[in-house]
């Protein structure tokens, strides 16, 4: 898969990209990430990429002419297939699902990370296929944004993360929050691990961890919990996680865990 970052700014994206599991996943060719500045594709001596916005008001604009020739560079390098993203405050909010549906598509990326208040209106409706956002604040840049974007596609690229069962654990694959972890020693200022997971008994283990998952997610962000009601029965993604929805054991599970939750003794 194949990631076109434009920005100002490549150097960060270089940067974050040459660290982890990124910088390893381009290392051994998994994924590609490309940088284009649209200060390089600026025509006058100033190589200017911004100004004014029409009608006034605060800070400056990135302009067409620059970026719709980085954008086309960026298209001439891509694959036919590829998508052109605009990283906005104004986009569809990402969720792993979202995430989930790119990376099994896997269209090469053509990432929009935009400086300033903006870009020019005409370039979102002219040149852009779709807009996403991280999340509802304001970023000085979509450089964050377009790395947000990268990290967590291509971890669920085949073979960029070590165990495949790993992507398949992460939080949200199966719409609920992750369940609590541990590594050794065994006892930090009298804090204890679960003596479940002492026991070497898997299918204990794994029913624990799921309530724990069941129970975060109940008390932290209970609109998953209905969501992943009203998702049973409709066809899962066919690529997500094989016990995705809801079932009598989780509903046990959870009823369990409100139980203790109510007696203190979670
Ligand atoms: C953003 C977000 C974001 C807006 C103006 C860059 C900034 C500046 N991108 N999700 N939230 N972008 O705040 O994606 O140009």
Redesign the pocket.
């Known amino acids: 898969m194949n990631f076109y970052v434009i920005s100002l700014f490549p150097e960060m994206i270089e940067q974050a990209c040459s660290c982890g599991v990124l910088g390893r996943a381009i290392k051994h060719g998994l994924i590609r990430v490309h940088c284009i500045n649209p200060r390089d594709f600026a025509q006058d001596r100033h190589r200017t990429v911004d100004d004014r916005p029409y009608g006034g008001g605060p800070g400056m604009l ?1 302009k067409w002419q620059p970026l719709a020739a980085a954008i086309d560079a960026a298209k001439q390098q891509a694959s036919a297939m590829a998508k052109v993203i605009y ?3 104004q ?1 569809k909010l990402l969720n792993q699902q979202s995430v989930r549906q790119v990376a099994d598509a896997a269209p090469d990326l053509i990432l929009i ?7 020019d209106e005409r370039l979102v409706e002219q040149l852009i296929d779709e807009e ?11 450089e964050l ?1 377009a790395m947000v974007v990268i990290d967590a596609v291509a971890r669920l690229c085949p073979g960029v993360l070590g165990d495949e069962q790993s992507a398949q654990q992460d939080s949200f694959m199966q719409g609920l929050l992750d369940c609590p972890h541990y590594t050794r020693p065994e006892e930090i200022h009298g804090y204890t691990v679960p003596a479940v997971l002492l026991s070497g008994d898997h299918k204990a283990i794994a029913q624990w961890r799921l309530q724990q998952a069941l129970g975060r997610t109940w008390l932290r962000r209970p609109e998953l919990i209905e969501a992943l009601k009203k998702a049973t029965g409709t066809a899962a993604p066919e690529s997500t996680a094989h016990n995705v929805g809801w079932d009598d054991n989780k509903e046990k599970l959870l009823t369990e865990f409100i139980q203790a939750n109510k007696n203190g003794s979670r």
């Open positions: 990135m990283m906005s405050p986009g990370a935009g400086r300033y208040e903006g870009i996403w956002s991280i999340g509802d604040y304001v970023l000085s840049g979509g944004a």
